[in-house]
């Protein structure tokens, strides 16, 4: 059964900095690409980041590029979003996604985690 | 940037009916590469159908996806009552990967 846990949600002050990480299990890790999607309260779902298997390959969201940096530790099946300079529109929950590329450059998402709350505020 | 519109933003049908939900891409969808996700207060999103068409595992054929190029539909052949949701499309045919603003499919 694949599984996706995020941590490393909270408070954070304008400017300030956290680090996501999210654990998967059930599937083999360093095969698929993952992503970052995330949803600010009460609005729609917007994705962030997305980083492919390897780690060799990153993507991002123009509003996040520049401040946060995707990575993955293959090893211990995680994956990492470093969210830098964070601003009060950087409020959402943040869901971490795996990847299905069937055909594509680009995967659609078939299993979320349960999302990590992300707060910035002074 | 593709831009997808929903509609209608929020939709109030009874359970036994059936429902017709739209999402329309500002340009053509490389490749009918469209995804539809499920979302209920709380939890996170649900793949439903991808490649505009194919439903994803353990999903109900009551479901199916339709379209191609820059107009897809979502159609829910007969509603039960677990089906009320927010529903999204995502495009991820090109990058950056976009969804829609959601049609919210409610009670009447």
Known sequence: ?122 | EIVLTQSPGTLSLSPGERATLSCRASQSVSGNFLAWYQQKPGQAPRLLIYGASSRAAGIPDRFSGSGSGTDFTLTISRLEPEDFAVYYCQQYGSSPRTFGQGTKLEIK
């Open chain 1, 1 to 122: 059964e694949v599984q996706l846990l995020e941590s490393g949600g909270g408070l954070a002050q304008p400017g300030g900095s956290l680090r996501l990480s999210c654990a998967a299990s059930g599937f083999t890790f360093s095969s698929y690409a993952m992503s970052w999607v995330r949803q600010a309260p009460g609005k729609g779902l917007e994705w962030v980041s997305g980083i492919s298997g390897s780690g060799g390959s990153t993507y991002y969201a123009d509003s996040v590029k520049g401040r946060f940096t995707i990575s993955r530790d293959n090893s211990k099946n995680t994956l990492y979003l470093q969210m830098n300079s964070l601003r009060a529109e950087d409020t959402a929950v943040y869901y971490c996604a795996k990847e299905e590329v069937v055909a594509a450059t680009f995967g659609y998402f078939d299993y979320w985690g349960q999302g990590t709350l992300v707060t910035v505020s002074s």
